[in-house]
């Protein structure tokens, strides 16, 4: 940590999660020992490989939103068939969606990209494509990669929003030893034009290497760290403010209005797992 502010962001992350899944140890992302390629083109939703999550609002993080099952489906965008996580803000209450492959779908090294679009975040929107230990330990002990988050304070602050992606690595034996690595950079051009963008994670024995659209963006050494060498699962959500964003009531919340629903679309995830 460099900043004051900075070692708040870990500190409010120490509550994340109390645990991590029961997993499929040692396999490879098609639940086998060996593992291969695992490609997920969204034709239909695979229950079979994701779960679609359900909390209550201030769960985590002081989030605003609450998550449903129903905020997560499969549909189209022009001709696309895609995963579709929307948050619609209604009745005073906002409703988002979270998905994740924990027990289903797992890895270990390899290489893992997903090409997404995204929703105008400021203010109040927090995207996020991730990755959590799929190895029956508590938080942050399994280990949490976070390859690409958009809408923290900072950006909001700095009008640069749409261009400032955040990445990190979340690691240590109990919540009171909890130690983070945090990179936060703005890209030469906006990732919320509409477009789909590809975010990629490459990942050894050595280092975990982040790329947005095919140009490096970061990467973190692991070759000492025993956190990062287990099978992680891959999560998809939509969050609606939050310490990450710094806003922390409704009336913050300009990104999406009353009666509004704002979504973002996974058009693919490829996994090619080296173990």
């Not at 593992?35 to 229950?47: H, L, P, Q, Y």
């Not at 936060?184 to 919320?192: E, G, T």
């Not at 050494?221 to 060498?229: C, G, L, R, T």
């Not at 939509?238 to 209005?257: C, E, K, S, Y």
Request: aromatic content about 12%; glycine content about 10%.
């Amino acid at each position: 940590m460099t900043t004051d502010k900075t070692f708040l962001f870990a500190l409010l992350f120490c509550a994340f999660f109390i645990s991590c899944s029961n997993g499929n140890n040692g396999a490879g992302p098609d639940g086998t020992d060996n593992g291969g390629v695992f490609v997920d083109e969204f034709e239909t939703f695979d229950s079979s490989s994701w779960t679609k999550e359900t909390h209550e609002a201030g769960w985590v993080n002081q989030e605003l939103q609450s998550y449903h099952p129903s905020f997560v489906r499969v549909g189209k965008d022009g001709d696309k068939s895609v995963l579709i996580i929307s948050a619609e803000r209604k009745n005073g209450k906002i409703i988002s969606g979270r998905v994740n492959s924990k027990g289903k779908k797992s890895f270990k090294y390899g290489r893992v990209e997903a090409s997404i679009k995204l929703p105008a975040t400021a203010n109040g929107l927090w995207p996020a494509f991730w990755f959590m230990g799929d190895n029956d330990k508590p938080w942050p002990s399994c280990g949490e990669i976070d390859l690409m988050e958009m809408g923290d304070a900072d950006g909001i602050a700095s009008g640069e929003t749409e261009r400032r992606v955040n990445t990190a690595i979340h690691f240590g034996e109990d919540q009171a030893s909890h130690r983070q690595e945090y990179y936060a950079a703005s890209v030469s051009d906006s990732l919320q034009d509409g477009e789909y963008h590809t975010y990629a994670m490459d990942w050894s024995q050595e280092e975990i290497k982040v790329s947005i659209d095919g140009v490096h963006f970061k990467s973190f050494d692991i070759s000492a760290n025993p956190y990062f060498h287990d099978n992680f699962y891959v999560l998809f959500n939509l969050a609606v403010g939050g310490a990450f964003t710094g806003i922390t009531d409704m009336a913050g919340i300009t990104a999406i209005n009353e009666g509004e629903k704002v979504s973002m679309y996974v058009d693919w995830i490829k996994i090619i797992s080296n173990n």
